[in-house]
């Protein structure tokens, strides 16, 4: 039956899969302020500390392509769920961890696996519910990234003085899963499930409904639209979280105190999170394909001002912008995948998509720490960041005109 409710169901969805990004996100952004603790406890290098982050990381994208598809068939609430349990189990298990190869294991998989179940299925739900207002819709779900990286790394620093690394990140966990697991409760997959249409609009035909129409996974994958989308965003991953691990102590190397240090991934969580509800809103307007080339460039011109940034202010600048740009870029890709192939199977489409951002992760994070333990500087990785992102910039231009797959209604999800 139709639902009753004045206010449209879809913004609940949106804001389930908010705290669950909010969660997942901003616990695994706490790690650049865990660095130097976990390099003193284990006596590490900064690459290989750095590479918990990048396992992590490469896994939480790589899983879309599994959680995708899962929840196209068992539904977004039961994967978000999953997901939320074992972050917060992750983080628990990290903080009693005796040696780095635990930590590795509870904080690499934990996290990996836990935000690789919840990502994809939580912002692919939310694509379901909107049509005229997907990229705001999108905007919104994902700002919960912006949102957790600019609160939780204050919170992580505090915990850290107060009660020690090991506390809180188990601190960390117990938070994770009551909200997380609390807010994923409020996801559901599809507007038709309550005799909706995407923006809550009423189906003149609800039995010719059912089926969403869309591309199938084969077609969507084998098309030139998606291996241009997909080779823009694996060149630019490369470059795309190595401020998110190396921004703090490459601000320490330069004499920001720890606080202002920690402060500058807060910033880039601001900045992201205007850029999901500004830039969103924009993309719808502008074209969002467009907007995504936009974004490459953008975050390619943030990584310029950061080589030249050695104070406090510049390094906020740095932050805000690339945050922005950043957020931006985030807040597109899912509205992107549903303009170009349909919501038949866009969760399964999106997780075969973050694949590519997967292998960038796993890369450019701990190169860029092993990079400054060989040469003991920051200059080269960062400098690389800005030609991966010029180029995922000219593959998108390059590719934007290609032909997209026609949509069709009805079917076998995945076929």
Known sequence: MPATSRVFYGWFVVAGAFAVTFVGFGCAYTFSVFMVPLQKAFHASLGSVSLIFSLAGFLYFAL??????????????????????????????????????????????????????????????????????????SGLAVSGIGAGTLVMPPLASLLIETFGWRNAYVALGVLAAVVGIGMALLIENDPRDRGLGPDGAIPH???????????SIRDAVTSWRFVGLYLACLIGSFGLFVPFVHLVPYAQDHGVPSSSAVFLLSLIGI????????????????????????MFIGMAFSD??????????????????????????????????????????????????????????????SAAGYAFDIVHSYTLPISASVCTNIIAACIIAGTARAPIPPHKAGGTHGE
């Not at 035909?205 to 969403?212: E, K, L, W, Y």
């Not at 900045?271 to 936009?294: I, K, Q």
């Not at 170009?340 to 969760?347: C, E, H, W």
């Open 64 to 137: 879309g392509i599994v959680s995708g598809p899962l929840a196209d068939r068992w539904g977004s609430r039961r994967l978000a769920i999953i997901g939320m349990i074992l972050t917060g189990l992750g983080l628990v298990i990290a903080g009693i961890a005796p040696n780095l190869t635990a930590v590795y294991a509870a904080y690499g998989l934990g996290i990996g696996l836990g935000v690789g179940c919840s990502y994809v299925p939580a912002i692919g739900a939310v694509q379901r519910w909107f049509l005229r207002k997907r990229g705001l819709a």
């Open 271 to 294: 900045g992201s999170t205007v850029g999901r509800f500004l830039l969103g809103s924009l993309a719808d307007r502008m074209g969002r394909l467009v907007a995504v080339l936009a």
């Open 304 to 365: 310029i001002l950061w080589i030249i940034s050695t104070d406090f202010w510049p390094l906020a600048a740095f932050a805000l912008i690339f945050g922005t740009f950043y957020g931006g870029f985030v807040a597109l890709l899912p509205s992107v995948v549903m303009d170009d192939f349909g919501g038949r199977n866009v969760s399964g489409i999106i997780g075969i998509l973050y694949t590519s951002v997967a292998f960038g992760t796993l890369v450019g994070p």
């Open 205 to 215: 035909h609800p039995t010719h409904t059912r089926q969403a129409a869309g591309v």
